[in-house]
């Protein structure tokens, strides 16, 4: 009796499914985007600015796409572990069968992640990590946020023809830092400039005090930094200033990383005048980063700012929103990837990208911008650009 009851119901439901026809949601053949993010631990806010970012994408312009529901699936490395992001992405493909990857504050993660994407031919869209190297490691790799070479070499360019001659450079001793370290000495030795030292300092709890008095005792006309963006960049500024660096007249450039928007109110006022080089900055005049920065603060509110990892989380959103229209709902791996690289355009918060054909990397416009009070606020407000900038780590 119960059984047939059961049978009965099972039927009226797939009738009422067929009845609905494809252009209908449906919770049960929802498009699932895995984001493997860095939820807890060192880069925590860094991880919620992506997830916001993707989730106000979904806010702005609905959670449906080609008739299907696009459900997000996130999960926590709790840090920088690569064993573990491994773990979540076999999990997400196996378990929650995700026809999408995404997410990834850090390289190490997204580097782990790699023979996954590959095996499973599941598209992996990198939101922030940064590292030159990282969509060599899978076909199935495309990144939308930028790398260390491609927002390096401009500032490297820019100091030389700057009357900055002598930089000392600091960097962290992982991936991005290695990236960001070479390519700055490559191109500003290229055009005349000399590095009089360099320092590489830990991923983990660096202290910068020694490293920041070796700085000083140097006296070069400038220093070079990158760090990740959030406690480090912090706890870099911190000591440049106890040690007073700021007030030496030693020039600080750096990657935007180091001046990033979700925690350049904290850092308060020895940021200002710093120049970095980034793809993003809150202060970007644009309607399509008026229209993110409104969303945003639908979904994280508004006491916060959106940072370029929001909008390598939005523009991630966008991109597969781009290819389930295309695909129109049936998302299969290969053709995918066969959309994302043939030549595919976004118009971003941060100007228009596209993703290079046969790299799978972003191709973007640089801005070099300086730290200056707008209404009364700490923003890194953009005074140039180059146009079209692709990962020079690649050429
Ligand atoms: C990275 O690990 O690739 C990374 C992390 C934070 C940044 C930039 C790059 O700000």
Not at 200 to 218: E, G, H, M, T, Y
Not at 240 to 253: M, N, P, W, Y
Not at 347 to 357: A, H, L, V
Request: net charge positive; with cysteine.
């Amino acid at each position: 009796m119960f059984s047939t009851r059961g049978g009965l119901l099972a039927g009226a439901i797939l009738c009422i499914a067929a009845a609905l026809g494809p252009s209908s949601a449906r919770a049960d053949d929802a498009i699932k985007v895995g984001l493997i993010l860095e939820s807890s631990g060192p880069f925590a806010s860094q991880a919620r600015q992506i997830a916001d970012g993707a989730k106000a994408y979904l806010k702005a312009h609905g959670d449906t796409v080609a008739g299907k529901k696009i459900e997000l699936i996130l999960k926590d490395t709790g840090g920088a572990a690569p064993d573990v992001a491994k773990r979540l992405a076999q999990e997400l493909v196996t378990r929650d069968k995700v026809q999408f990857l995404g997410g990834f504050v850090l390289t190490p993660n997204a580097l782990a992640v790699a023979p996954v994407a590959t095996q499973a031919k599941v598209p992996t869209i990198i939101m922030n990590a940064a590292t030159s190297i990282i969509t060599t490691k899978s076909p199935y790799i495309a990144r939308v946020s930028f790398t260390l070479p491609q927002v390096t070499a401009p500032l490297a360019e820019w100091a030389a023809k700057n009357k900055i001659k002598h930089v000392y450079t600091l960097v962290s001793d992982y991936g991005p830092g290695n990236d960001a370290e070479a390519a700055f000495k490559k191109v500003f030795t290229a055009h005349g400039g000399e590095i009089v030292g360099s320092v590489k300092v830990p991923l983990r709890n660096p202290d910068f005090s020694p490293f920041v008095q070796r700085i000083k005792d140097a006296k070069p006309e400038a220093v070079f930094v990158f760090v990740p963006a959030g406690e480090a960049s912090v706890a870099f500024m911190k000591s440049f200033a106890e040690r007073g660096l700021d007030k030496t007249g030693v020039k600080l450039i750096g990657t935007g990383d180091l001046t990033d928007d979700d925690v350049l109110t904290a850092m308060g006022e020895p940021t200002l005048g710093v120049i970095t080089s980034h793809h993003y900055s809150a202060a970007h005049e644009s309607p399509e980063n008026a229209a993110f920065k409104k969303a945003y603060a639908q979904v994280a509110g508004t006491s916060l700012r959106p940072n370029f990892m929001a909008v390598g989380g939005w523009d991630g959103m966008h991109l597969i929103y781009e290819v389930v229209k295309k695909l129109g709902g049936n998302v299969d791996g290969d053709k995918a990837m066969a959309f994302i690289t043939s030549g595919v355009t976004i118009q971003s918060p941060r100007g228009t990208i596209s993703i290079d054909p046969t790299t799978r990397d972003i191709v973007q416009d640089v801005y070099m911008r300086k730290v200056q009070k707008v209404g009364g606020q700490l923003y890194n407000v953009e005074f140039d650009k180059v146009a079209h900038v692709k990962d020079p780590g690649k050429s």
